[in-house]
């Protein structure tokens, strides 16, 4: 017993070391004075100065930042909407949609890529719908609404079913009482699944790569064309900057749902 659970302990160490220790060397050498990937010849901030001053990196960030933005924020909002409808179903209907749902979450990113670039290369054909931001935008928002689904269904579950109808009772119309009385409760599960949809969009490559188009490229995008040519200082800077931003809305995600499972002790 105590050899198979030492045996796991050292497997996990060598899996975190493995996937930590790469991204570890990267964040490093984005700072070092010269080129080299091997040696350390000094700290220095050019590389970042650089990268802000490289106008492709900088084009395809404001696509990234404005496509994630609008798919984080539409995403909620049919989410949100998506997932109160699925709480007023009956349990069967329930949960085929709740199976359904899952199915982008649990499928690799190829293939959910490869259906929306076949869906829209049969939209231009039939309508001349043409690949750009458009695509992109609807390809984003389409597999980011499952996740805000499951974000807001456990705090639906948690309602007291007898609120909705009590404000109804007081005079409340149905509009009224969603927004005064359901959307205060399940408020929490809303920005976790805000969060995770602008993370999920800002992190993403196969999709976007399927989707974008030849004209348009997100950050993702562009350090894989970048590596495909050579691997320079920035293209660490970048990647660094990126692991900071999506490691930072995680650890927000992971403690909100923290502080919201922990009992209030008043």
Known sequence: MKKSLLLGRILTVIVFVFLYVPIAVLVVFSFNASKSRKIWSGFTLDWYRQLFHNQMIMNSFYVTLTVSIIAAVVATIVGTFAAVGFFNMKKQPRGVLLAINQLPVINADIITGVSMMLLFVSAKALMGFEFGFGTLLIAHITFNI???????????????????????????????????????????????????????????????????????????????????RRISPEINALSTLLFAVVLGLLLIVNLRQMKQNTPNKN
């Open 146 to 228: 499952p996740y805000v689904i499951l974000s807001v269904m456990p705090k639906l579950y948690q309602l007291d079913n007898n609120l909705f109808e009590a404000a109804q009772d007081l005079g409340a119309t149905w509009m009224k009482a969603f927004f005064k009385v359901i959307l205060p409760e399940i408020r929490p599960g809303i920005v976790n699944g805000l969060l995770i949809a602008f993370t999920m969009s800002i992190d993403d490559f196969v999709i976007s790569y399927f989707t974008a188009g030849s004209h348009l490229q997100t950050l993702s995008m562009t350090i894989y064309s970048m590596t495909r």
